[in-house]
């Protein structure tokens, strides 16, 4: 109990830290945003331009608009955006949904797959299938996520009209629930997929690895001279202690998929955060890409959470160590 | 975010061309036309999705101005007068209109029994509300700036009245740039430029708004008691936002997409052009008179020199740009507007390549080679690779040719760019501009010397000041003559090219390019920002 408390207040300094840390770095940009918003309607009038400042406080001192705006962000009230003159917190209501689909579906892809690649590699080491799973992730992981992304657009959109170029749903197609979700589930194969491929190359390569290491020990050595199946010392005994450094590094990358989301959602106009941060930030729109940052960071804070949770389970040691 | 900015600005005020022919032969009643029977082979319904680089920030043209927000708002507001592709205004929700004698007042009749996409009736009172709002709020301010006063004297007719003949009056209020607002709605006491209601506006045009997700896609439908029978003939529009070019391409060959207007990569127009199945336009630009060109601040110790901007400008060869990096789809521009403008002069200095003139007057000014080393840089707007990033690295190829040592500078993003350059923090920069048709709006902006504010984009970056060229400017400005007018400006162009504070590059070209099945593309002069009532799809 006294850990969660900790951890509680932890997290909570670590969040105004941010907050404040976030609206500096952001005042390092060049450019104004009553630049661009002036840029938008075909240049203005230098009166025009002060009107747009005095609107949304851009004409005040430095430290009054960062008072203003932690005195109003620890309320829960993140701003209105300059560009879209919406709330932010709607605004990126309206995008955790699709990021989450995409990343999650993309994570677990990778770690079904990858985890199966890595199991399947290291039965052989030496075997060819080795030698094709190490090569494959090799190439999966060196490759841009862009680059990887507008390859399947150009293969699976274009020359082969498999899969739509982009965008989540057809906007102009059926609208039961049926029919939507699996629209939806349309969409999402190609851009899940881009960014499958990197983590699923990092998972099999992570799994070979730990496999190897533990197929080495002792203890399996033990389960292997009692007779155990081969199989059964395969998943039971050595998979089990392999996933735990793989979801470490899944529960880290949770955390930091946003950057690789920001590529893939580029690539396939996929109305997640990521697009959202990348075009706010062109627009020096400050208080979405501080609302977006903030909630980045409640993100990795849950996900470090909740991989300490899931390691605890994998591995009763942890647990003892508090 | 690619191409916004370029776009952004791309106007919606556009060509104020053909204006003063308009002028020229004073419009008695202007002869109502009936609306054109729809042909007989029109096929009504569908959905028409129009690929969009453009993300609006809301879609109320009234307060904004701009390509993102006029091509949604143009479906969505009517306008009391439309354009075709010939610089004649047609009847629109406005039925017939007729000037005074001293053309200084303006009689618009509307239509009967048209309605808001709510139901309520249109009225003048309505048309005098929008023209306030549009007078107190568009950013082109000099768009109404002679009208004095707007009165609803009945229902159905509005008295416009101006301090002087205002022949762009006209053009002003067509397509997107005088919407016509429900004033019952947003009359509601709040700012209109922050109002909720320019997210999902009640219009009056040929399509209602009924989603509008930002950066995503906008949602258009059929508005069934649209005040021209039978139109418009699609069921929906969708405009769906692309992050580039290339996926909205890979979108219209894919079949997802069957229209994407303001396409101005050659590379893809070029693909494009060959697809047996695809239609590509360079019609319904005519309302925009972009170009590029690459700008010199007068105030850099060496660029004060007028020998070196001149010397620069000869050893540059705006052919072997159109030609070589543009594959030969832009034309090369010389003065400060478009050759389709009116006032385009053949008597300009255009410098024409010419290295061993370069190499002279570089020398005379006492740099080049054995004189004072010279080195420059040169930035330029990030969104356009082959208009702008390209011919800035011709630029350093060339002058090094002549002594000159050139750094490209780029900018990361547009607002890295636009505070550099509006706050004269530069040598050379390559910047892509708009004509607007007339001068007084989209050319005066950039020579006049009360125009030099810091921290302004799109002003006289260049800090050019010529008080007689000001005094020419003005006086074209208020002269109703048109050959006088002409004149004047042929002698104010012909000064300003003389000490080259800009080296004129190209005319930027813009295409739709289209699927087969989509008849009747919009090829007005206001294109894609026009309504698209009469856009069919064959089955």
Known sequence: MRGIVKRLIWAAGLILAVLVLNFLLIQLAPGDPAEVIAGEMGGASADVMAGIRAQYGLDKPLPVQLGLYLGKALQGDLGVSYYYNRAVAGLILSRVGPTLLLVGSALAFALIVGTRLGLLASRNPRGPASALVTVLSLIGYAAPVFWTGLMLVILFAARIPLFPVSGMRDVTGATDLVSRTLDVAHHLVLPALTLGIVYLAQYSRLTRAAMLEVLGSDYIRTARAKGVRERRVFTHHAFRNALLPVVTVAGMQFGTILSGAVLVETVFSWPGLGTLAFDSILARDYPTILGILFFSTLIVICANLLTDAVARRLDPRLQQRG | ?539
């Open chain 2, 1 to 539: 975010m690619t191409t916004r900015n370029c776009l952004g600005r791309r106007p919606v005020l556009g060509a104020l061309l053909g204006l003063t022919i308009l002028t020229q032969t004073p419009m008695a009643l202007a002869q109502v036309a009936a609306p054109a029977a729809a042909p007989a082979e029109v096929q009504t319904g569908g959905t028409l999705v129009v690929a969009s680089l453009q993300k609006p920030r809301h879609l109320n043209p009234a307060v904004q101005s701009g390509i993102a927000t006029a091509v949604p708002g143009a479906q969505i507001f009517a306008t009391p007068l439309r354009f075709g592709a010939d610089f004649t205004p047609q009847p629109y929700l406005a039925e017939s209109w007729s000037f005074s004698e001293d053309q200084k007042v303006l009689t618009l009749k509307l239509r009967q029994g048209a309605v808001f996409h709510d139901g309520q009736p249109i009225t003048a009172e309505d048309v005098k509300y929008s023209m306030d709002v549009v007078k107190a709020n568009h950013p082109f301010n000099s768009m109404l700036a002679p009208v004095s006063s707007v009165e609803a004297t009945d229902p159905q007719t509005v008295t416009i009245t101006m301090s002087q003949p205002h022949p762009a009056i006209l053009l002003a209020l067509s397509s997107a740039l005088m919407p016509v607002l429900p004033k019952h709605v947003f009359d509601d006491g709040t700012d209109i430029k922050a109002s909720s209601h320019n997210n999902l506006p009640v219009g009056s045009g040929p399509f209602r708004v009924t989603e509008f997700e930002p950066g995503q896609h906008i949602m258009l439908e059929k508005f069934d008691k649209f005040f021209l029978p039978g139109k418009p003939y699609l069921d929906r529009i969708v405009i769906k936002q692309y992050k580039d070019a290339n996926s909205a391409g890979l979108a219209l060959e894919a079949g997802e997409v069957q229209l994407y207007p303001y396409l101005d990569s050659t590379r893809l127009v070029q693909r494009l052009e060959k697809k047996s199945n695809m239609t590509v336009t360079d019609q319904g630009y005519a309302g925009i008179g972009a170009m590029n060109w690459l700008a010199f601040n007068t105030k850099h110790p060496a660029l004060s020199d007028v020998r070196v901007r001149q010397a620069i400008s000869y050893a540059l060869d705006r052919n072997f740009v159109t030609k070589a990096l543009h594959g030969g789809l832009s034309k090369p521009a010389y003065e400060p507007v478009v050759s389709s403008s009116p006032f385009y002069t053949d008597a300009v200095e255009k410098y024409d390549f010419d290295l061993d003139k370069a190499k002279a007057l570089l020398a005379e000014a006492g740099y080049g080679e054995g004189g004072k080393p010279l080195a420059l840089s040169i930035d330029y707007l990030p969104e356009n690779e082959e208009q702008q990033h390209a011919v800035a690295e011709y630029v350093k190829a060339q002058l090094a040719k002549v002594g000159i040592k050139v750094s490209v500078r780029a900018s990361p993003d547009f607002p890295t760019w636009a505070q550099r350059v509006s706050n004269h923090d530069f040598d050379m920069t390559m910047d892509q501009v708009f004509n607007w048709g007339d001068p007084v709006i989209g050319v005066n902006r950039t020579y006049v010397c009360d125009n030099i504010k810091p921290g302004v984009v799109w002003s006289n970056t260049q800090s050019y000041c010529n008080p007689e060229v000001d005094k020419l400017l003005a006086s074209a400005a208020v002269e109703p003559d048109l050959a006088k007018r002409k004149e004047q400006y042929a002698q104010a162009f012909a000064q300003i090219t003389r000490v080259a504070p800009i080296y004129f590059v190209n005319e930027a070209p813009y295409f739709t390019a289209y699927s087969d099945v989509v008849q009747n593309p919009p090829v007005s002069i206001w294109g894609p920002m026009g309504p698209m009532d009469e856009v069919w799809l064959k089955k």
